[in-house]
């Protein structure tokens, strides 16, 4: 009865230990997971709104501002640049394309980019329903403009200053959607597209005279036409050394490298992600030892039982196998709870996001994610081994014969 009941207890605390390594391993590459399939959408969204724009021509300030605002959308300018002097860089020998951005307004949170064709021709860009844009007032939205804003061809609406939902309404002018674009899978999918005329009419200052309006004041408005930024492509490598420097030394204006601000955001994140990743390391690490000591334990209770499979004809290594079984399935089952709950904390966060321009999902796989299911079999594997080698120091005739 005593040896039931202590049985009983063994049984019940291996189950606890079970579940334990299982949840450490499940939280290690849950972590992991998250961190992998973040990693790995945000590098393709910033790959995919920076492809073929090798420079950002903008106001002096911070150089990563610049990128942000002017490619990924995601901050506020560091200010408007003369329209003249923006289109004489446009026309300098050593550039291929320059694509003007004009940008202040939104709807609904989705920035209105006074542009010209030039943009389509960056991006590569198609139509969806209707047509793209042919005079002022007219928009051309992004897909998922499109979806959540349940905009169709035809509506109406108006602009808000300011780039967030919560400046004054231009009700001066109303704009009209004349087309949707196709999904781009880029940060095309959330910008309300329009002619740069279109901006400086829902900013222009009415005069409070008509007759002071006058040849000489519309000249002088024109030369005092600003924009927010130029995406520049170079015409040759050797752009790449000169173009900057002549912009930053001979302008008033900045030249960022979305290639060099990129990395450096990387670097300034970098120290948290990593510091993430050990921890789930760590994290790993505690399973596998706490795996081992299990087994280890187990092994020394399991003693008697061992013994009686053996007379029964089992093998060394057929027990040897089940040991080492038992310790890769319960960090097989972690590793895949782990993607699991990765995948689900991913999409909730996504979810809660107020920027859609970087919104995360976990409804997507990386093929990365096959390797922490090897890791997982691996510390599995590893920490069973010490464990399952004591099947070979078990003396059936002493174990039997001992007093139990």
């Keep these: 009865m005593n040896t039931f009941k202590i049985s009983s207890k063994n049984l019940v605390r291996n189950k606890l230990t079970t579940i334990l390594n299982i949840i450490l391993v499940a939280f290690g590459v ?6 992998l399939l973040a990693d790995n959408q945000i590098g393709n969204k910033l790959e995919k709104n920076a492809r073929d724009i090798d420079l950002v021509v903008g106001a002096k300030g911070s150089p990563l501002q610049l990128i942000l605002s002017s490619i990924y959308h995601i901050d506020y300018p560091t200010g408007n640049i003369p329209a003249n002097d923006a289109y004489k860089l446009a026309h ?15 709807y609904n949170g989705y920035r209105i980019v006074g542009t010209d064709t030039s943009f389509r021709k960056l991006y590569s860009l198609s139509i969806l329903k209707g047509n793209f844009w042919q005079k002022d007032l007219e928009v051309t939205i992004g897909s998922t403009v499109a979806s959540e804003s349940k905009l169709k061809i035809g ?4 602009g808000t200053h300011g780039l967030t939902g919560n400046g004054d309404i231009h009700k001066q002018h109303a704009y009209t959607v004349r087309g949707i674009l196709k ?21 222009e200052e009415k005069p409070e005279h008509a007759a002071h309006h006058t040849p000489a004041t519309e000249a002088k408005e024109i030369n005092d036409k600003q924009i927010t930024a130029l995406l520049i492509q170079y015409k040759s490598p050797m752009s790449v050394i000169l173009f900057p420097r002549m912009v930053n030394q001979s302008t008033n204006m900045q030249a960022a490298s979305p290639a060099m601000e990129s990395a450096r955001l990387f670097s300034l994140i970098g120290v948290g992600i990593d510091t993430l990743q050990w921890f789930a390391v760590f994290i ?23 013994a009686i499979m053996r007379c029964l004809g089992a093998s060394k290594s057929k027990l040897f196998f089940l040991v080492m079984l038992e310790g890769i399935t319960v960090t097989l089952i972690g590793a895949c709870f782990g993607l699991l709950i990765g995948h689900a904390a991913l999409e909730l966060i996504g979810a809660y996001q107020e920027a ?3 919104k995360l999902t976990g409804l997507t796989t990386v093929p990365q994610e096959i390797y922490l299911i090897c890791t997982g079999l691996f510390i599995g594997a590893l920490a069973s081994l010490i464990p399952a ?4 120091k078990v003396d059936i005739a002493a174990t039997l014969t001992k007093d139990r």
């Design 30 to 35: 849950g972590i992991l997971s998250i961190l």
């Design 284 to 306: 790993m690490a505690i399973a596998a030892l706490s795996i081992f000591i299990s087994l280890y334990n187990a092994m020394k209770e399991r003693k008697y039982d061992l």
């Design 389 to 392: 080698m004591q099947i070979y």
């Design 92 to 106: 300098n020998p050593m550039v291929k394309r320059a694509v003007p951005l004009a940008l202040g307004d939104n």
């Design 183 to 203: 999904p781009q899978g880029n940060i095309t999918d959330n910008l309300i597209l329009t002619n740069i005329g279109s901006v400086y009419k829902m900013h």
């Design 356 to 358: 859609s321009q970087a």
């Design 155 to 158: 509506d109406s609406f108006f």
